[in-house]
């Protein structure tokens, strides 16, 4: 079996998971409280955008904190309405025909993100994801307590949970793909045999064209022509994760 491992924010999409719990915060049943939540919110957004640049773990931890005290029931009825207000229309247009190109190719595809499960959920549905290597809160007496179940997906935990999900699967990581934006997922990339980096930065850009790996542009519009998605990466030299 070969998995094709797929970031989210960046990689198949534009949003954020800022953007995302915002459509929560604004919709708490409570006027008051909803105004509160979201005044903290954008309060706090140097300090998440500090915290990302330091360290994407230490944004994940510090910002699902935001959750806290929300129903799980409220939370997970609003699966749909999430996805086609604010997740579907951040969906680059050309995703879908990547992760259908790698189904073609013999390529199972797995989504590998650090958002929240119940949030994911349409999106797995959406392309059909075999799989998914998520974060999922806790809840206490049915509400968010704001930390999520160990281990914690970012950054190298990423690796870890890729390797997990390959065992179990008796998967070779050397015969797999792993798509990214982020120089924060770098060590995900590295972990496999055909890294791309799709939509880089800066920083991922530079170790992307160092390494000579494919680099995937996926927010144009219309159709792809035949042979865009590339079958094998550029070279195969990847680092130890």
């Known amino acids: 079996m070969r998995f094709a491992f797929y970031d989210f924010d960046g990689t198949l999409a534009s949003g954020n998971v800022v953007q995302r ?5 604004r919709r708490e049943p409570s006027r008051l409280r909803a105004a509160a939540r979201y005044a ?8 998440f955008l500090a915290l990302d640049f330091f360290s994407r773990r230490l944004f994940n931890q510090v910002f699902f904190m935001e959750y806290r005290g ?6 997970r009825n609003l699966q749909d309405s999430i996805f086609e207000k604010v997740i579907r229309p ?13 189904r073609t190719q013999g390529f199972t595809p ?31 007496q049915g509400r968010a307590t704001g930390v999520v179940v160990p281990p914690l997906i970012a950054e190298r935990e990423k690796v870890e949970a890729i390797k997990r999900y390959s065992a179990k699967h ?27 980096a799709v939509n880089p930065d800066r920083r ?7 390494r000579g790996w494919p680099i995937l ?18 070279r195969s030299d990847h680092g130890d994760s």
């Open 110 to 140: 797995v989504l590998v993100t650090g958002e929240l499960d119940f949030v994911m959920a349409p999106v797995i549905r959406y392309f059909a994801f075999d799989g998914a290597i998520v974060n999922s809160m806790t809840f206490r």
């Open 70 to 75: 929300l129903r799980e029931d409220w939370l």
């Open 204 to 210: 991922l850009m530079r170790v992307a064209s160092d």
């Open 90 to 102: 951040t969906i680059y247009p050309r995703a879908q025909a990547l992760v259908r190109s790698d």
């Open 170 to 196: 008796g998967a070779s990581l050397a015969a797999c793909k792993a798509y990214s934006d982020s120089f924060s997922d770098r060590h995900m990339l590295e972990s496999v045999g055909n890294p791309v």
């Open 21 to 25: 719990y915002a459509y929560f915060a």
């Open 40 to 47: 903290r919110l954008l309060l706090n957004v140097p300090l």
């Open 217 to 234: 542009d996926l927010r144009g519009d219309g159709p792809d022509p035949e042979g865009v998605f590339p079958t094998v990466s550029g």
